[in-house]
């Protein structure tokens, strides 16, 4: 459903758009006073956050507000662009969310690991 090549310029401008909102008063605030991993719920340091995306840039998901929680660098490193769903359903629902991947076309093993941020 996202073209290979329209993805790099989408994954471009919303990297940059959250650079732009990494400067922003909007995230430091957010990280600044007993920020936590939105996955494992760890508390961390102002440093140690890291911006993800719910729904990752390359899966359609845009660099904005509603989209971008806190979240720890082994979280992040863990989710790549997998979905939040997927990701955090993937040790009960496995196949169940596999098909439902597969019937919203979404499921596109192996071809685009681009890690974020
Ligand atoms: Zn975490």
Do not use: F
Request: glycine letters at 4%; proline letters at 3%; aromatic letters at 6%.
């Amino acid at each position: 459903m996202y073209h290979y090549e329209m993805n790099e310029q989408v994954i471009k401008r919303e990297k940059a758009a959250a650079r732009e909102l990494r400067q922003t008063r909007w995230w430091q605030t957010k990280i600044a006073c007993q920020a936590k991993c939105n996955y494992c719920l760890k508390s961390l340091a102002k440093e140690e956050c890291t911006m993800d995306h719910v729904v990752p840039i390359v899966r359609g998901g845009r660099s904005s507000k509603g989209n971008i929680v806190i979240a720890c660098k082994d979280c992040n490193n863990r989710k790549k662009d997998s979905l939040v769903m997927d990701w955090v359903m993937a040790p009960v629902t496995e196949p169940l969310a596999d098909q439902a991947l597969h019937a919203a076309g979404l499921h596109e093993p192996g071809n685009q690991r681009e890690k974020q941020n």
